[in-house]
């Protein structure tokens, strides 16, 4: 037992320890997907649409296909004829008429006509990637051009632009949460009530590895094998199934190492389609590789929601009611996820920590000439939690009360957990005013007014931003499929259908193991990315740790359990009478004793394997409370972020190290979008103005001096065996609203007063230095 509590100690759950992905990836031997060569492979280039909105006429290939190395050109035609499917949506939905989500047929090449700036329109397959490259641009098509819409605000105004025929005024979708007529006489009775026109810009997800694909075909079985970069091999492997019209077994989805997902590698692209197809028409290996200019155009896009907000209070600070009409710009092709997100997501945490009962919620999902929109980072929580910051501050600025203690005289108090919130989510756990206190604390709250002085006289103007907030974490999916694989060699293989993308989670999958099987750390294999090993919903939402991770858990206890059996038998005791730790079995009150890995190897076929699906109870609900300061040069606008403190409830830690990256790293996310990033079309054309990194603002390390985190480990989640809360997205939920509060609060106390709130993100230099000279953004809604 000493030794496996010395084990445990050292490497098991809660420790500090050293990630076990990255010996490979430093010595360069990561398995990504360009890393992998495939003999014979042969290369994929795609052509793309030059314009926003436009009839496909006339295409010519001849020149491209006379072209040395050319192999194949296919066009959306020729796929369509040849029985490839589009890409479905989700009929969960519904508009205001009655029907399901309305949208444009969403094919692997665009069909007939093209909706955004960079959909693909035909592509071509050749022995090398320049060849490929330059037939694509022998390709002749004649467009008609036609008009086109890609702000929301003006695309269901009447004589916009059509995206799609079934849908006139580009409405794919719209949903209605709360009580209208209560609503409204919350906010007749109110003492006091404040409305804010925000904007969630559009942001481009930008992993370091951009999409790529490989397909082939194995020349025996026939089968499909497609190698990619996805946070979600299962789910892809059944869209390329669906889209060939073929039966799901006979794919095979590979994924390596993944560069970055962010939750824009979740599901399947019409590129992987078109690489799919060709494979299987060639009966050669086909490859695509994205560039990052691809990856502006036609990679799924974040966020892109403008709303009106509003809240009603008491003579007290209580709030009555909140208020909001959203239009998410789902794209020119709304997705499922892209409507889920912006529709039904979002607005589980739109009253977040606080014990608001009344509301009224309406989100319109509108089509425009621009890229789908989808998961990033986040997914829809960011977007409702800086709502409902926002309206806090403002309403605490109107009432001239400390934002603290607007905040606190709202908060859900811990006596009514679990709470049902009023979208009818339950919160299993939580002590908010307890976060609240810490995070306070640790950004010494009451010593601000010392530091705005001092900053005064440095000639700086500075701000403080608070954000008090929960999210959901889940995906929506609680079951989790594991396998365990005890081998004689002394190793224990753990298959999982989660997905590592930079993260870390096999770090945490083998500390987890080592908790159970009390063996050393590198005896441990965590073992992920192939749906003939593994199959379940992926890594999304959060769910890794606290579905994946319980389950790699649960199934570990059972090996365990199992191996108690197979003792019992090898030992000729009773299975009651054996008892584990280090790595042996013995029986109890005896020195009769077998090894965990010798008893595999005694096993008919030398291995102990154990196949466990497990569930958790629901979703997690972690949160906390993030306080940012700034300083503001007021010559030039240039801000500053001095000081960003962060209290953090992810219940029970298993692995310090890395959820401290992906508090820090997620805030830096955060922090991008409140200053710097934003997708820009140009209003006319619709050409993207920002399909580069030399136009698209990323944030640098440079944006913030470093951050004080810490996290509060004594309030465990109810819905799982860990007591874990998803962490991966908190960081960058709370750090858009710290930030953008902290600017206003800034410009508000150099004499701005309200106009301060109408700044958009993000606030850039210029944006301050303008509004400190008397412009400021005007209404979304004109």
Known sequence: ????????????????????????????????????????????A????????????????????????????????????????????????????????????????????????GEAVAAVVADSRDTARDAAEAIMVEYEDLPSVNDPVRAIEPGAAVLCDDAPDNIAAEMRHGKIEETEAAFARAAHTVQLDLVNQRLAPSPMEPRGVVAQVEPDSGRLVVRLSSQMPAGVQQSLADALAIDK?????????????????????????????????????????????????????????VSRAELALDADGKVLAMRVRSLANVGAYATGVGVAIQLMIGPWVSTSIYDIRTIDLHFIAVMTNSAPTGAYRGAGRPEAIYITERLFDAAARKMQIDPAELRRRNLIAPELMPYTNAMGQTYDSGRFEQIL????????????QARREASKARGKLRGRGLASF????????????????????????????????????????????VDVFGVPIEKIRVLQGDTDRARGFGSAGSRSLFTGGSAV????????????????????????????????????????????????????????FVDSTSTVSGPTWPNGCHVCELEIDPATGDIE????????????????????????????????????????????????????FQDYAMPRATISRGFQTEFDTSIPCLNNPLGVKGVGELGTIGATPAVVNAVIDALDRAGLGRKAEGLQMPISSEKVWRALNGEVDGSPFG
Do not use: C
Not at 554 to 572: I, M
């Open 46 to 117: 795609f052509l793309r649409s030059p314009y926003a909105h436009a009839r496909i006429g006339a295409i010519d290939a001849d020149a491209a296909k006379a072209m040395p190395g050319v192999l194949a050109v296919y066009t959306g035609a020729e796929l369509a004829a040849a029985g490839i499917q589009p890409i479905p949506t989700l009929d969960a939905f519904k508009r205001k008429d009655g029907r399901s989500t309305t949208t444009a047929e969403r094919r692997a090449l665009a069909h007939e006509r093209v909706r955004y700036v």
């Open 553 to 608: 858990r649960v199934a570990s206890e059972r090996t365990v359990e199992q191996g108690k059996q197979l003792a019992g038998e090898a030992l000729e005791a009773a299975p009651s009478d054996i008892e584990y730790a280090a790595g042996r079995y013995t029986v109890a009150g005896t020195d009769l004793s077998i090894g965990l890995f010798e008893l595999a190897g005694k096993q008919a076929d030398r291995h102990i």
């Open 437 to 448: 206190d810490r995070g306070l604390a640790l950004a010494d709250w009451n010593g601000y």
């Open 249 to 305: 077994e006979q794919v095979r989805v590979v994924v390596g190492d993944v560069g970055g997902g962010f939750g824009m590698k979740t599901g399947v692209y019409p590129e992987d389609i078109v690489v799919a197809y060709a494979a299987r028409d060639l009966k050669r290996p086909v490859r695509w590789q994205a560039e990052r200019v691809e990856e502006f155009l036609s990679t799924g896009h974040g966020r892109d929601v």
């Open 641 to 692: 972020i001095v000081g960003y403190a962060s209290v953090n409830d992810i219940g029970h830690v298993v692995s310090p190290t890395i959820v401290r990256g992906q508090i820090e790293g997620g805030a830096v996310q955060g922090i991008g979008q409140a200053l710097a990033e934003q997708v820009v079309y140009d209003r006319d054309s619709g050409q993207m103005l920002t399909a580069s």
């Open 1 to 44: 037992m000493s030794a496996a509590v010395d084990v445990a100690g050292r490497y098991g759950s809660g420790r500090e320890v050293m990630r076990v992905e990255d010996p490979a990836l430093l010595a360069g031997r990561g398995r990504f997907v360009d890393n992998v060569p495939v003999p014979g492979q042969t290369y994929l």
């Open 470 to 513: 929960l999210e959901w974490t889940g995906g929506n999916v609680f079951e989790e499929r594991v396998t365990v694989d005890v081998t004689p060699d002394g190793a224990i293989e753990i298959w999982s259908a989660t997905q590592a993308m930079g993260q870390g989670i096999a770090t945490s999958y083998v500390q987890l193991a």
